[in-house]
């Protein structure tokens, strides 16, 4: 890639877009070149975030593994796309696995570069502050404006107020819906059921930023949610699936078992899945998904997974009574997967004994969950999942100080 289209592919970093070309020439000179074989690992989520790449040529995978151990692609990027940006400021951890899908070169851009770069051009570096801090006085403009529009509506009851306010995701009602759409990419896909072409969005890996992870592992993003885009829903037919379940054959009479279990649901639904998601676009995806799945061949652990994210969207909606419903559902399907699945991955099967152990706190059932963090914290395989481990220990002391 040459000097200038690389300067040009620099100029798509947000915080550098309107960057002179004499500052970005002598950034570019500051790029390495790295070269990495099919399925090499570029980074793995939790590294620091060091560096940032652009693809010469080839292609990367970005994806991450699901509580059952399967790989998920987010997406996969190729000649001049950018991955992680934001590490050159924040240097947080990588929030999900990056691989060449096949023999890769990438330039690369360390940190410590990027920081000697600003500080012997400190002008650029103001820039980038300004930049920045436009972005949250944006954010703050925007949470200003709901504060007041919410005042201006006094005379209308409090309920209604709630239920309007509900509908969108709290965390994402500052963003524009611009800049949303810039967090988001488009993959096809034929459905299963009627081999319609689905064209749907998925969130960028290098948009997701977690905030905060709960007992039960349920990730609060800062920006944009990527369990919102998680469900593929075809708009003709109504069958809901995702990545893990789209490969699974299905037979003319289970298709007609699945229509039969949608149509319900499916024939009052006005939703768009093809662009931005509402909380209550979401919560409706994985309520098609439930009912699509439920006469598959699948695993309980697989069913288990799907209502504990129902659950967690009914979180982020504050209906704590539908939350612990799907919590329910989530922890029979778990305890069916542990008695009955013959589980050969230690990985997955601890994960199953710790969600069985939190979110029986989360229900009530104290004596049930600390049975189940016992499990966990006695386990063959523990060091296996440190972390996981260490979430049950800290529980279990807390439990113990009660």
């Avoid at 289970?254 to 676009?281: A, C, M, V």
Wanted: aromatic letters at 10%.
């Amino acid at each position: 890639m040459d000097t200038e289209k690389t300067i040009k592919v620099m100029k798509k970093i947000p915080f550098l877009n309107d960057t002179e070309e004499r500052y970005l020439f002598e950034l570019v000179k500051r790029l390495k070149v790295v070269s990495f074989k099919k399925n090499a690992t570029i980074f793995e989520k939790g590294d620091e975030g060091v560096c940032m790449y652009i693809v010469l040529s080839g292609k990367v995978d970005i994806y991450n593994r699901g509580s059952n151990g399967n790989e998920v692609i987010h997406e996969t990027l190729t000649s001049t796309e950018i991955i992680d940006e934001m590490s050159l400021l924040d240097g947080f951890e990588r929030s999900a696995y990056a691989r060449a899908a096949e023999d890769t070169v990438l330039f690369k851009l360390d940190r410590n570069d990027f920081f000697d770069f600003l500080r012997k051009n400190q002008e650029v570096a103001i820039k980038v502050i300004i930049k920045i801090s436009a972005k949250l006085r944006q954010i703050n403009m925007k949470n200003m404006e709901s504060s007041e529009a919410f005042n201006k509506m006094s005379s209308i009851s409090f309920d209604t107020i709630e239920s309007h306010y509900n509908h969108y995701n709290i965390s994402e009602l500052s963003i524009p819906e611009e800049d949303i759409k810039k967090m988001l990419y488009q993959k096809e896909y034929v459905c299963p059921i009627c081999e319609n072409k689905i064209t749907t969005s998925h969130v960028r890996s290098s948009s997701m930023r977690i905030k905060k992870v709960d007992d039960d592992l349920c990730s609060h993003y800062e920006n944009i949610n990527p369990i919102y885009y998680e469900i593929i829903v075809c708009p003709q037919c109504g069958y809901a699936f995702n990545e893990d379940t789209y490969s699974i054959k299905i037979n003319d009479q289970q298709k007609e078992e699945i229509l039969k279990q949608i149509e319900p649901l499916w024939k009052y639904d006005n939703f768009d899945y093809s662009g931005t998601r509402t909380i209550e676009q979401s919560i409706q995806a994985y309520h098609l998904f439930a009912l699509s799945i439920k006469n598959l061949k699948m695993k309980n652990s697989k069913r288990g997974n799907a209502f504990l994210k129902i659950a967690w969207l009914y979180r982020f909606k504050n209906e704590a009574s539908s939350e612990l419903k799907y919590l329910h559902f989530a922890v029979d399907r778990f305890k069916e997967a542990y008695s009955k699945e013959n589980i050969r991955d230690p990985k997955l099967e601890m994960n199953i004994i710790y969600l069985l152990g939190v979110l029986n706190l989360k229900l009530g059932n104290k004596k049930e969950g600390a049975k189940w963090l016992d499990i966990i914290l006695r386990h063959p395989a523990r060091e296996m999942l440190p972390g996981i481990v260490e979430r049950a220990r800290d529980i279990w002391q807390g439990m113990k100080q009660q």
